[in-house]
């Protein structure tokens, strides 16, 4: 069993990484290695990333869940992340959080899909506590029945990673580069894109989201800013960019 | 059914702030050996076949993906092998024992839920030629198993 430890009023320790605009697949690879090569506590914030790009889960088939021909045509960068989870577009109005943990920082939670996704929403509700009608739903996070974030994890034997991809606001035309999926929460009932989600902007602003989550994840943990996480040359993520040869091929698979 | 009781006791479990809860007893086999991260192994001779118990396959959830050491890999025990996708989550499988793959499943390539409704026979993931017989000395049998799984979900 690892060393837990302990700060502040006996909490584990946790270390807060903020960012702003840092490309997309960078910090995937940066998540994947603090998840499989640190035995510390991570909160990793991104700020909005620095182009728009689509990212998928570990098992995503482009030609399923991407309209291919206008990704190749507009050179929309399309990334397989070491998650499991649905597929996102994201861009500078993406806000990303994501928690790295030992299983023993938050002993009270099984390191299983569900009990992190509920853990994950009960801070969340402090942060949205007077603000807006936030809930999980399903695996989402919602404001009423429309999502406004989407949540993905991984978990090893003793730690495990839950990462979220906030709208905090989007482009409408984005989204016509997403096809419908089609394994979707029931919630969903068919509606397209712009009819489930919707922005985080209407109820807070950038900064006050960002804070508040830092001061929801300082009632579980004893946190403290870190300026660069370390990094580890011996370590190859698996997260990575599709090629567009690949995506050409998927598009010719799709027609077959 | 099973689906809609499990998102009804996560719904309810975070309106409540109690942990999720599972099936009371998962079932076992006896004759199978497992890993305190719920794999079993199923000894024959110098080769194991291997795959995750009831117990895990609950706790994770529907299996939509598989991810499959290749034939010919070395595993170690203890450490990861290939993962399962369920939910939202990669979750990693971990061997029972050392060895080399010698068979995967590829069934679940197109069928990843027999993890979920076969664990301990079409589920099956690899099989693996030992390279330390006397590793598995070190893993439960069925009985020390449901001990330990029933321990577990009472935190």
């Not at chain 1, 370590?235 to 010719?252: C, D, K, V």
Request: hydrophobic residues 35%; negative net charge.
């Amino acid at each position: 069993m690892a060393t837990r430890e302990v700060g502040r009023v006996g909490l584990p320790l946790m270390n807060i990484v903020r960012m702003k605009g840092v490309p997309i697949l960078q910090q995937l690879e940066m998540e994947e290695c603090l998840l499989r090569t640190s035995s510390d506590n991570w909160c990793i914030i991104n700020d909005g990333t620095d182009s728009p790009t689509i990212v998928m889960g570990i098992s995503g088939k482009p030609a399923e869940l991407v309209e291919i021909s206008p990704v190749l045509e507009d050179k929309i960068p399309v990334i397989r992340r070491f998650t499991g989870g649905g597929t996102v577009i994201v861009d500078h109005g993406t806000i990303f959080v994501s928690f790295i943990c030992n299983k023993d920082a938050v002993a009270d939670v099984q390191p299983y899909p569900r009990p992190i996704m509920s853990w994950s929403s009960l801070l969340y509700r402090k942060v949205f506590q007077g603000i807006a009608d936030f809930r999980l739903r399903e695996n989402d996070y919602v404001f009423g029945h429309r999502k406004f974030g989407g949540n993905a994890q991984s978990i090893t034997k003793s730690r495990w990673i839950h990462h979220t991809s906030f709208l905090w606001d989007y482009e409408t035309r984005n989204m016509s580069y997403l096809k419908l999926p089609k394994r979707a929460p029931e919630y969903r009932l068919a509606r397209d894109h712009l009819d489930f989600i919707c922005p985080m902007k209407d109820h807070l602003s950038r900064s006050d989201f960002i804070n508040k989550t830092i001061d929801a994840a300082s009632s579980h943990f004893s946190v403290s800013s870190t300026i660069k996480p370390p990094s580890n040359l011996k370590f190859t993520p698996n997260s990575r960019l599709l090629t567009e040869q690949e995506l050409e091929a998927a598009a010719m698979k799709s027609f077959q | 059914m099973a689906m809609a009781s499990r998102l009804w006791a996560s719904k309810a479990a975070s309106y409540l702030k109690i942990s999720t809860f599972n099936r009371a007893f998962a079932s076992v086999v006896k004759d199978l050996k497992y890993a305190d991260s719920h794999e079993w192994a199923k000894i024959d001779g110098n080769s194991a076949t291997i795959g995750i118990t009831d117990h895990a396959q609950d706790h994770l959830g529907d299996v939509v993906y598989v991810e499959l050491p290749e034939v010919g890999a070395a595993v170690t025990q203890g450490s990861s092998f290939g993962a399962v996708e369920s939910v939202k989550a990669t979750s990693d499988i971990n061997s029972p024992v050392s060895g080399k793959v010698v068979e995967v499943n590829q069934e679940l390539g197109s069928s990843p839920g027999l993890v979920n409704g076969s664990p301990y026979e079409d589920g099956w993931i690899m099989k693996v030629e030992l390279s330390n017989a006397d590793e598995v000395k070190s893993l439960m049998d069925s009985d020390q198993y449901s001990k330990f799984c029933e321990e577990e979900d009472s935190h």
